[in-house]
């Protein structure tokens, strides 16, 4: 990765917190090198159709084993952009080759009368929880994506715009193979969850986190949400109370009972694993 593009990148978009979209410059010779880099781009127009095609496409020409492969050798070396893909693929496997098909989202209400609605598709939807897909995507941003990808390792993982952006670019990776250390903090990571109390929250194992994971707080957010994403934190039951307003989607329901799946962790981290 070119640091200087990624600083241009990361900048473009954050100083102590986000910067406001009017503040936000996108052009300029700092963009140009980035996107001479491939870390910026231009605004993309594309159909939900079309992005669908291009993501069955994607899953069929991508090894399970190269998605899970980027997500261990991203933890020592904390490149969040190789850790998104295995959502990303994961989710993008329960898709299908389908048309769009609206369903009403939401409704505006004026004087309290239903006066507009908002549509998504409802395949994509009825696919799993959390995916989001809209008919069309007109001059959409693709930075704000890379953003949230190099500097948390992605944030819209069920929106089929981003699944389609993640898993084009990680097939330009060259992803090495894991180290002895990606290794021992993928173990910690699975004994860490394993020593779970049973009423724990995903809040309280993002802190437990801290001990095994060199991570800021929203980096430990987001590897909990891809687990939960890839089923390796399963939830036991989806009739549990949760705790106030949330950010949390894939793993609001976890609890420290249901532990980690080992059927997942078989299929995604078996050659990882230490007996």
């Given at each position: 990765?070119?640091k200087?593009?990624?600083?241009?990148?990361l900048?473009t978009?954050?100083k102590?917190?986000?910067?406001?979209?009017?503040?936000?410059?996108l052009t300029?010779l700092d963009?140009?090198y980035a996107k001479?880099?491939?870390?910026?781009?231009?605004?993309?127009s594309?159909?939900?159709?079309?992005?669908?095609?291009?993501i069955?496409?994607?899953?069929?020409e991508?090894?399970?084993?190269a998605?899970?492969k980027g997500f261990v050798?991203?933890?020592?070396?904390?490149?969040l952009?190789?850790?998104?893909?295995?959502s990303?693929?994961v989710?993008?496997r329960?898709?299908?080759?389908?048309?769009?098909?609206?369903v009403v989202?939401?409704t505006?209400?004026?004087?309290?009368?239903?006066?507009a609605?908002?549509?998504?598709c409802g395949?994509?939807?009825?696919?799993?929880y959390?995916?989001?897909?809209h008919?069309f995507?007109k001059e959409?941003?693709l930075?704000?994506l890379?953003f949230e990808r190099m500097?948390?390792?992605?944030v819209r993982h069920?929106?089929i715009?981003?699944?389609?952006?993640?898993?084009?670019?990680f097939k330009?990776?060259?992803?090495?193979?894991?180290?002895?250390d990606?290794?021992d903090?993928?173990?910690?990571i699975?004994s860490?969850i394993?020593s779970?109390q049973?009423d724990?929250?995903?809040?309280?194992l993002e802190?437990?986190?801290?001990?095994?994971?060199?991570?800021?707080k929203?980096?430990r957010q987001?590897?909990?949400?891809?687990?939960a994403?890839i089923?390796?934190?399963k939830?036991g039951s989806?009739?549990?109370?949760?705790?106030?307003?949330n950010?949390w989607v894939f793993?609001?329901y976890?609890?420290?009972?249901?532990g980690?799946?080992?059927?997942?962790?078989?299929?995604?981290?078996?050659?990882?694993?230490?007996l």
């Amino acid at each position: 990765m070119d640091k200087k593009a990624n600083k241009i990148l990361l900048s473009t978009f954050w100083k102590n917190g986000w910067i406001d979209r009017k503040d936000r410059v996108l052009t300029g010779l700092d963009v140009e090198y980035a996107k001479s880099k491939g870390l910026m781009f231009d605004p993309i127009s594309i159909s939900h159709d079309d992005c669908v095609a291009s993501i069955v496409r994607l899953v069929n020409e991508t090894p399970v084993e190269a998605v899970a492969k980027g997500f261990v050798s991203s933890l020592s070396r904390r490149r969040l952009d190789w850790r998104s893909a295995l959502s990303s693929y994961v989710i993008a496997r329960s898709i299908p080759g389908h048309h769009y098909t609206p369903v009403v989202s939401g409704t505006h209400y004026v004087d309290g009368k239903p006066a507009a609605h908002s549509y998504f598709c409802g395949i994509c939807e009825g696919c799993r929880y959390g995916v989001i897909g809209h008919e069309f995507y007109k001059e959409s941003d693709l930075n704000v994506l890379n953003f949230e990808r190099m500097k948390w390792g992605g944030v819209r993982h069920g929106d089929i715009l981003y699944i389609l952006f993640d898993m084009r670019e990680f097939k330009r990776c060259e992803i090495p193979e894991p180290t002895a250390d990606d290794v021992d903090c993928l173990n910690g990571i699975l004994s860490v969850i394993e020593s779970s109390q049973p009423d724990d929250y995903p809040g309280a194992l993002e802190k437990r986190l801290a001990s095994v994971v060199k991570s800021s707080k929203a980096e430990r957010q987001v590897i909990i949400e891809i687990l939960a994403s890839i089923g390796v934190l399963k939830p036991g039951s989806y009739d549990r109370p949760v705790k106030g307003r949330n950010d949390w989607v894939f793993a609001e329901y976890w609890r420290g009972e249901d532990g980690y799946c080992r059927q997942a962790v078989e299929e995604y981290f078996g050659p990882y694993l230490l007996l």
